[in-house]
């Protein structure tokens, strides 16, 4: 099972930008496709982004669509988010998971039980 760390979170004022890193263990990772969540307390985890395998194919949750871009280098095992127009609503803990399927045909954003392996999660505040 992949092991997964994300980085990059921190405390932006509101129309800031950060961009979230997931760096990811052992020589399967470009095999599958990688999804970002995020969690805001209280409420339920949410699919923010995802990206197939190859990282040709993307998909996004409305609520970022035009403000977020999920994007991967396999050779160097990471997968990105890069959040830009952030908003105080952005703020949650972000979570990148790996793909319970081999090189899914990626057809829109995937439910979070159809994910294996998750990181630990890094906190995003927006905030003035």
């Known amino acids: 099972q992949v092991q997964l760390v994300e980085s990059g979170g921190g405390l932006v004022q509101p129309g800031g930008s950060l961009r979230l890193s997931c760096a990811a263990s052992?020589?399967?990772?470009?095999?599958?496709?990688m999804g970002w969540f995020r969690q805001a307390e209280g409420k339920e985890r949410e699919s923010v982004a995802a990206i197939n395998w190859r990282g040709a194919t993307s998909y996004y949750a409305d609520s970022v669509k035009g403000r977020f871009t999920i994007s991967r280098d396999n050779h160097k095992n990471t997968v990105y988010l890069q959040m830009s127009s952030l908003k105080p609503e952005d703020t949650a803990v972000y979570y990148c998971?790996?793909?319970?399927?081999?090189?899914?045909?990626?057809?829109?954003?995937?439910?979070?039980?159809?994910?294996?392996?998750w990181g630990q999660g890094t906190q995003v505040t927006v905030s003035s």
């Open positions: 052992g020589n399967t990772f470009s095999l599958y496709a």
């Open positions: 998971a790996s793909d319970k399927v081999l090189q899914r045909a990626l057809t829109g954003l995937i439910h979070p039980s159809d994910f294996s392996s």
